[in-house]
């Protein structure tokens, strides 16, 4: 029975796939009408990969030490500098990867420093005060020409925008989807994949599972609701963005001010302390990841590195559940390849960007680790039938809205900010469920917080 | 006995003597302690007065500004409040254990087996810090947790300790105390082992209880040693960082309930917002709380050897 | 002679006693429990992490986890950083520690005690304080990335120096030193080869805490250091718990390597390692 109905599930994403293909998506707030990852790409497979400039890299010994926030990219890399060593035999690498919260505080010693890797891996947005500072190269000419020549999707290249130039080479992006378990929906008697935002919360009662004394020992859907950094602010954003709001809203002259505190915000609290007063999710049980892997709960948005993860960790589950693209949009991360204005040989670390940017590494990339690369004009239709969990993050539904990340340095204080204080109102969420009134106050006082950050940097606006 | 005159002829030169001595041994050691010590701690309290990010080193002179700035910042003062709670915490329950243990292995329970409890008891203190409290996560997990699962076999229910704000800092206070008994333990039992046993054997004689004993000999006795341990214990709790920074970080799973500490909040400032004169100024701030605790157990010590 | 006394105790102190060296016992246990449970998570594989109840020890034990940890990550490297780290930073500390300690106990020279305040007075300012202007001092110098880079901070010690200076002024006798003077011996030969034996179980104390510092240093390695080939063991272990934190039993695995040293000369050296702490900690 369980198999019918998740060859329902299957057919059901084969025919929303081929509706999507070849739709296109679209970026607020420049929208455009750029291919989606699996439309047409004939023309560009055949493009031949840059020659590499055979004299980039010289013939005496380099060293090119790479640097990057998510260790699971590091055998990417890796194999990727023992090809190009077979290209320049004199040229030798090290790769560095922390988390990426010890990531970044090394890259704010070692930039201004002048002690940071030949090739830097990291978003334009975390990046922009060390462009700022003259510590980052901007593009060289072929690489600018390749980067805004229509191999991207434009809400990456407008990601990658600052100052009025290029920086760096987008290399993947951390796009969400919702994995949901397919056994849980057949279980639970839901047939349809979670096509909108009302689906995901109604589906979510249904699929949490209580022991005999009312504990929750499996969520509906587990949200983000503790943890250290932004990402509890980052969550609350991609599902915010799914009723047309964002965190913070640009005005027309380019100011900034806090949008979350709108009735789309308190509504959006309002369905987080009432899962958990309601028992679809609870603080005591295991989340996100770790939660859909040990069957912990039915459904969860993440990027798509879970996707090899399961196989590695959990992979009696591989086959046993599916992802989906977020009703609405998603925010759109990109990690790109920086090279330092301090680094020993420019020339030979832009080499190694250009070879990195090539499809066959860029393919590399979302099979080794499972992040989605940055071109949108490979040809991934082989990888999808292969691969069918990342439909979620290959197909997006039509009129698909990309949220860039505000290109203002204060963001990220902004974002941890509110995760902290969206820690404390979720803990108090018996409290807080059922009162509209008290959400809204205590949405307004972090929202005055967050305009007060921005009027601090000089750029609020109502 | 030498003659006043002889003495005033050979001084100078032995002085001399040993003035090259020290120059030629202890210069190069308190240049290297000036060069890496001294002048990046002077750097810092400079940096405590500036607007002063790491790019843009002293931006702007603003007096004391971050410190009145902090004194309003939300995160600044549940950082105060979450470390000092956790500190008074950790430092009664660790010295009293400790106490108690000391105690007992001291007079009660000896040779071998205590030697073994000594064993047992000290055994936390060595073992670095990052895998023992990835462990400690495992141990406090809410389902599978042995915690739980131990507490259930005393009809107990089972404790959101990672999750909830409360619970979270009870965990950081056990996982400390854990850590650290061991070693107030070690030191008091020493201290312990100093006091005659003469002092003992008198008041057994008179008739006191061990209770007796323990309250009226070994407690005034010892009490510079433990003022030492409180003081300690205090000044380490106030330092807290590793703990509160593993438990709390898990990508991928249950991250826990971050308990907002003050390392953890000038990490934060510097690092993440790149607020490094604010973080210097709370640096200061932390600094300050250390030096009064240093001073007042200094004080004690001298009023209660006098 | 013990036992004769212990058995002429009444019944009931005899009891009293039993019960007191059973919670002692129990109380132990639990003090080592958190270690034993890592070992014990190390030997089993992933199905078995989620068990509720957890069983004690594994139902099905392999070292599995210590071939992956072995594979995923070069933890011997960690290790031998980590070795030679501490080593060359408990020698530097011992060294400058005892000289300067002596010198500050035993010599009467102008600046002597301003000099010995700014010791004591930057011995209670925590290492996070300066450490990035401290940073900035080592790029000036161009040690990013150099072995030297990751030493030289932990060459010298502020609590060592006020250490030493304590246990030479209880532990070297004047009177000893004239004697050694009157018998003609230098200054630097007494120093070198006669104090060094007078001070040798307060240095023994002293190496063991030096060690256990660079042993334990995560922050600084982590800036100063680029190449994960350099790394000491702390700082790779914590690496390796993010990229793998689903697995714990991994995870342990790795955990497990980390410790191994610490305890297995706690094991060899507990008296020495015992008597080392007590007395670096009194003399404070």
Redesign the interface.
């Known amino acids: 029975m369980s198999s019918t109905n998740r060859m329902k599930g299957l057919v059901l994403f084969a025919s929303l796939a081929i509706a999507v293909g070849a739709c296109g998506s679209s970026a607020t707030p420049a929208p455009t009408a750029a291919p989606t990852a699996a439309g047409p790409t004939a023309a560009v497979t055949a493009a031949p990969t840059p020659a590499p400039t055979a004299d980039a890299c010289g013939t005496a010994p380099i060293t090119l030490?790479i640097?990057g926030g998510y260790?699971?990219n590091d055998p990417v890399w890796t194999t990727a500098g023992a090809n190009f060593k077979k290209l320049h035999p004199n040229v030798d690498f090290?790769?560095?990867?922390?988390?990426l919260?010890?990531f970044?505080?090394?890259l704010?010693?070692?930039?201004?420093?002048?002690?940071a890797?030949d090739v830097v891996i990291r978003t334009t947005n975390f990046l922009a005060?060390?462009i700022?500072?003259g510590?980052l190269l901007p593009l060289p000419d072929d690489l600018k020409a390749a980067v805004t020549g229509g191999g991207y999707n434009p809400a990456v290249v407008q990601d990658g925008s600052y100052a009025n130039n290029q920086w760096g080479v987008p290399l993947f992006t951390g796009g969400t989807a919702v994995y949901y378990n397919t056994d849980m929906y057949t279980a639970a008697g839901i047939t349809a994949a979670p096509a909108s935002m009302a689906d995901l919360i109604a589906n979510a009662p249904k699929l949490a599972v209580k022991d005999a004394s009312g504990?929750v020992?499996r969520s509906g859907w587990s949200m983000r609701?503790?943890?250290?950094?932004s990402?509890v602010a980052e969550k609350f954003w991609i599902l915010l963005l799914q009723s047309g709001k964002t965190l913070i809203k640009q005005t027309a002259d380019g100011k900034w001010h806090a949008e979350y505190n709108g009735p789309e915000g308190v509504k959006l609290f309002q369905m987080y302390v009432d899962f958990l007063k309601n028992g679809v999710d609870s603080?005591?049980?295991?989340?996100?990841?770790?939660?859909f892997?040990?069957l912990?709960t039915a459904q969860f948005l993440r990027e798509s590195w879970?996707i090899p993860?399961i196989v590695?960790?959990?992979p009696t589950l591989v086959g046993h559940y599916s992802t989906v693209a977020p009703p609405v949009g998603d925010i759109l991360t990109v990690e790109s390849a920086f090279v330092p204005t301090a680094a020993a040989n420019p020339a030979c670390s832009w080499e190694f960007v250009r070879f990195l940017r090539a499809q066959d590494q860029q393919l590399s990339l979302v099979k080794t680790s499972g992040w989605l690369p940055a071109r949108n004009d490979l040809d991934l239709t082989s990888f999808l039938t292969d691969n069918p969990t990342f439909t979620g993050f290959l197909k997006r539904p039509a009129g698909f809205q990309l949220t860039v990340t505000p290109p203002i340095?204060?963001f990220?204080?902004i974002e941890?900010?509110l995760a902290?204080h969206l820690?404390?109102g979720y803990?108090d969420f018996k409290n807080l469920s059922g009162s509209p009134d008290k959400i809204q106050t205590l949405l307004n006082t972090w929202a005055a917080e967050t305009d007060q950050i921005l009027k601090d940097a000089g750029h609020f606006g109502q | 006995m030498r003659s006043p005159l002889a003495r005033a002829r050979s001084v100078p030169h032995r002085t001399w003597v040993r003035y090259r001595f020290v120059a030629l041994f202890l210069t190069p050691i308190m240049a290297l302690y000036i060069y890496l010590r001294i002048l990046p701690t002077g750097q810092a309290f400079l940096m405590s007065f500036y607007k002063w990010e790491l790019i843009k080193p002293a931006e702007k002179f603003l007096g004391l500004d971050n410190y009145a700035n902090l004194l309003k910042d939300d995160n600044f003062r549940q950082a105060f409040l979450n470390t000092t709670i956790f500190a008074i915490v950790t430092t009664i329950i660790s010295v009293f254990l400790a106490l108690m243990l000391a105690a007992v292995l001291s007079r009660y329970v000896r040779g071998r087996l205590g030697g073994l409890l000594e064993l047992l008891y000290f055994a936390p203190v060595l073992v670095p810090m990052v895998p023992v409290t990835l462990g400690w996560r495992e141990i406090f997990n809410y389902n599978h947790g042995v915690l739980n699962a131990a507490l259930g076999v005393f009809g107990i229910a089972k404790q959101p300790w990672l999750s909830d704000p409360t619970m979270a800092l009870a965990a950081v206070v056990i996982l400390s105390v854990w850590k650290q008994v061991g070693y107030n333990m070690i030191i008091l039992l020493v201290g312990m082992r100093a006091i005659p046993i003469i002092y003992h054997e008198a008041a057994a004689v008179d008739g006191a209880s061990a209770w007796q004993q323990f309250r009226k000999i070994t407690m005034p006795l010892l009490a510079p040693v433990t003022l030492f341990v409180v003081v300690i214990t205090t000044i380490s709790a106030y330092n807290v960082f590793t703990q509160v920074y593993v438990l709390a970080s898990d990508v991928q799973g249950a991250p826990g309930k971050l308990v907002r500490v003050l390392v953890y909040d000038i990490f934060e400032n510097g690092f993440r917002f790149f607020k490094m004169g604010y973080a210097a100024s709370e640096a200061v701030y932390l600094f300050l709380i250390i030096m009064a605790l240093t001073i007042i157990q200094f004080r004690f010590l001298r009023g209660s050897q006098s | 002679m013990t036992k004769a006394r212990r058995n002429r105790r009444p019944l009931k102190d005899r009891i009293l006693y039993g019960i007191v060296v059973l919670l002692l016992l129990a109380g132990g246990l639990i003090m080592v429990f958190p270690i034993f449970w890592l070992f014990s998570t190390s030997l089993r594989l992933a199905p078995e992490l989620n068990v509720v109840p957890p069983h004690l020890l594994p139902d099905h034990w392999t070292l599995a986890n210590f071939e992956k940890a072995f594979t995923k990550a070069p933890l011997l490297g960690y290790m031998w950083n980590s070795i030679a780290f501490a080593t060359v930073s408990t020698v530097f500390i011992l060294l400058t520690s005892t000289i300067a300690g002596y010198i500050f106990a035993k010599f009467k020279f102008p600046g002597n005690n301003a000099l010995f305040m700014l010791v004591l007075a930057t011995a209670i300012v925590p290492f996070e304080i300066y450490m990035v202007p401290l940073f900035l001092q080592m790029k000036t110098l161009g040690l990013i990335d150099k072995p030297l880079g990751l030493f030289l901070p932990f060459l010298v010690m502020s609590y060592g120096i006020f250490f030493m200076r304590q246990n030479t002024q209880t532990s070297v006798p004047d009177e000893l030193l004239d004697a050694a003077r009157i018998d003609g011996m230098g200054e630097a030969r007494i120093m070198l080869l006669m104090v060094p034996r007078l001070l040798a179980p307060a240095m023994s104390a002293l190496a063991i805490l030096a060690f256990i510092q660079a042993w334990t240093a995560f922050i600084w390695p982590l800036l100063i250091l680029n190449n994960p080939k350099s790394f000491p063991m702390e700082l790779g272990l914590s690496q390796f718990a993010n990229s793998f934190s689903v697995d714990f039993g991994l995870v342990s695995a790795a955990a497990v390597v980390a410790m191994a040293p610490t305890l297995i000369a706690f094991l060899f050296l507990r008296r020495r390692i015992v008597d080392g702490i007590t007395l670096t900690g009194l003399k404070g």
């Open positions: 030490n640097w260790p699971e090290t790769v560095f990867s922390t988390d919260r010890g970044e505080q090394k704010t010693t070692a930039l201004p420093s002048n002690t890797g005060r060390f700022d500072q510590l504990a020992t609701i503790s943890g250290q950094g990402g603080p005591n049980i295991d989340h996100d990841a770790k939660a892997e040990t912990a879970v993860e590695t960790n959990a340095a204060e990220d204080e941890t900010k902290t820690v404390d803990a």
